[in-house]
């Protein structure tokens, strides 16, 4: 069996408050993960557009509406990219630095290094995770149970190819296949229609979102509280149910039947939260007219646009027709050059002997390439996380920085039609004179280029190699684009409103933010009116539109159990522990049944 044509992952469904790296609270930050043992670059594509991130082999989602700081999925269309003026400084001075060891600007002053200090994929949000190593070191320990050695017939056809197989199905809901794929009989463990919850003596719920006991009594008023949107709480345990589809009914007992669909629930969370964007202790802040987005006056206009209505104005009062003032017009205006591209600035021509030289090499991670380079590149990490970030050398060590930025699980996958170096994780290097000076970490995917880190020599800062990276990342997309025409986007990780050091991201043009809710695309530009007045925002106006991919069907759920694929159905009738149906379900809202069809979450 090849471990090229599927992913592994082992969900970890703990839900613990942990630091922020950017209000400083050191309890408000909230997130779901999983340990990715395996991951093809598909399913990664399609977790990072349901808001899903990786830091090494760890992938995590925010829990956007209990969270202190949203962090919000930011990409850039890079084909209609446009250049600001302040980029094309940052063009032009690093011009001049390579071609004559010139950093001042042409009115004379020094170039500004904090400008851009922050790199793509840069800041704190990829490096606050709370125990990453202990994560890794637990993961290491399952690693026998996270190997596929065999597959369940039902499943014939889908693990194997699953690249080239997205659209088989499993058995129909409610069917519980035996190991050879015979029906199951006498188990009682058949499923009603698609929303019934059943209980463990097999007794129907009474309406969807009701809970019922083991004896068919309504749970309320037995010690349960319900509290917050998304929040229920037991009377003894008090443990924090903060995603769709959680349920308990007590301190040990939980409903055991088999959930065949929870849109029902979904449904009624989905509700909850969008009438509450923030948490109901916090006060709504509104947006003062004349400062910010007023809806009840007109967009400004630019000034050149004002300056020729005025001009436009006199020449009617002097008599003049429209079609002459237009003549006239039309016959000041100067032919304008061709705007240069980014890619005219990046490759600008040099002198013949320039003061610098510059290379820049993309290197797969792990690779034999990439190990010859592994001890500058450790080097460089180390001098920029202990300038920048006020690590310890301790902090920096040789394993931290593998299980962050070179241990990925992305599979490789070089097919005809990709880029030239395939798609997975890879390093860009920037070596200055033979020296290496700066590292973008990306991940080249199906449908983008998505940055993972970067760090450079602090000693460099004067040339804003933070922006510079973006830029030619940027580049990389379009040149790339030409090999792989799905692959035009250029995603930098988080866009968070709340932190004015992370909103330089909103700079590249055009740029769009992820809908927490619909997960659907929507501009910067449109978005950041409404972050202005609440942190947690549905950016999708239009209430009919739902996450289709957040409706589980759990018998179709893929699992690996003692080595073996098979549909939930039958893991259900080997494991009837009911409090495993609320995290699978669980599991599959936050990664989609997309994924979920296809990827295999480890059962122990």
């Known amino acids: 069996m090849s471990g090229r044509d599927y992913s592994i992952v082992e969900y970890y469904a703990e839900h613990e408050r942990y630091r922020c790296g950017y209000c400083k609270s050191i309890d408000t930050n909230y997130s779901h993960g999983m340990w990715a043992h395996s991951m093809t670059v ?84 990829v490096m606050d995770i709370p125990d990453l190593h202990e994560k890794s070191v637990r993961a290491e320990k399952n690693s026998e149970n996270a190997k596929l050695s065999s597959v ?39 499923l009603p229609s698609p929303g019934q919850l059943l209980s463990g003596t097999g007794q129907l719920l009474s309406a969807p979102g009701e809970l019922l006991s083991g004896t068919g009594q309504l749970l309320s008023g037995t ?5 917050a949107p998304g929040q229920l709480l037991s009377g003894t345990a ?10 308990l009914s007590g301190t040990s007992q939980f409903l055991s039947g088999v959930i065949d669909s929870a849109s029902e629930v979904s449904e009624l969370e989905t509700t909850r939260k969008s009438n509450s964007s923030v948490s109901s202790n916090e006060p709504k802040k509104f947006v003062t007219p004349g400062k910010g987005c007023d809806a009840s006056k007109p967009p400004c206009k630019k000034a050149k646009l004002v300056r020729l209505e005025r001009k436009k104005e006199k020449l009617m009062q002097k008599g003049f027709s429209e079609e002459e003032i237009e003549k006239m017009m039309v016959g000041n205006k100067k032919q304008a050059p061709a705007a240069k591209s980014l890619e005219d600035f990046l490759k600008d021509t040099l002198p013949d002997s320039p003061a610098h030289k510059l290379e820049l090499t993309i290197v797969p991670v792990g690779s034999a390439e990439f190990m010859k380079t592994q001890s500058e590149s450790h080097a460089l990490y180390t001098k920029y996380q202990m300038s920048v970030h006020k690590e310890t050398a301790e902090e920096c060590n040789l394993q931290t920085f593998c299980e962050f930025l070179i241990d990925s699980p ?30 973008g970490v990306i991940d080249i995917l199906p449908r983008c280029v998505s940055s993972v880190y970067f760090y450079y020599d602090p000693e460099m800062g004067q040339l804003s190699l933070g922006t510079y990276a973006s830029l030619q990342e940027l580049s990389l997309v379009r040149s790339l684009h030409q090999h792989a025409s799905a692959l035009e986007y250029y995603y ?67 699992v690996l159990y003692r080595g073996r694929a098979m549909p939930y159905s039958i893991y259900r009738a080997i494991n009837r522990d009911p409090s495993d149906v609320v995290e699978t379900v669980q599991y599959a809202q936050l990664v989609g049944m997309k994924c979920a069809r296809r990827m295999l979450v480890v059962k122990n």
Not at 223 to 227: E, H, K, V
Not at 519 to 534: G, R
């Open 238 to 247: 008090q443990q924090l149910l903060s995603a769709p589809g959680q349920l």
């Open 410 to 439: 992305l599979q490789s996958w070089n097919p005809s039609d990709g880029p030239p170096q395939g798609y997975g994780s890879f390093h860009q290097q920037y070596w200055l004179d033979g020296r290496l000076i700066a590292v």
């Open 152 to 190: 369940d017939p039902s499943l014939t056809g889908r693990i194997g190819n699953i690249i080239s197989s997205l659209t088989d199905t499993l058995p129909a809901a409610g069917q519980i296949l035996s190991g050879t794929g015979e029906l199951l009989s006498g188990a009682g463990q058949y």
């Open 42 to 125: 598909q399913d990664y594509q399609d977790l990072i557009d349901r808001g899903w991130r990786r830091s090494g082999r760890y992938c995590y989602k925010p829990t956007m509406h209990v969270t202190c700081c949203p962090m919000y999925t930011i990409k850039c269309a890079a084909l209609d990219f446009k250049l600001t003026k302040s980029q094309k400084k940052v063009l032009k001075r690093f011009h001049r630095f390579l071609a004559h060891d010139d950093i001042r600007n042409p009115d004379g002053s020094l170039g500004e290094g904090s400008e851009t200090s922050e790199g793509p994929g840069d800041g704190p949000e």
């Open 223 to 227: 010690g349960q509280l319900l509290s």
């Open 492 to 558: 930098m990780g988080f866009y968070i409103h709340t932190c004015p050091k992370m909103r330089y991201k909103a700079a590249y043009t055009p740029s769009y933010l992820l809908c927490p809710e619909t997960y659907t695309w929507h501009p910067v530009v449109e978005c950041k009116c409404k972050l202005d007045q609440n942190r947690y925002c549905r950016f999708e106006e239009d209430t009919s539109i739902v996450d289709s991919d957040g409706e589980v069907v759990v018998n179709e759920i893929l």
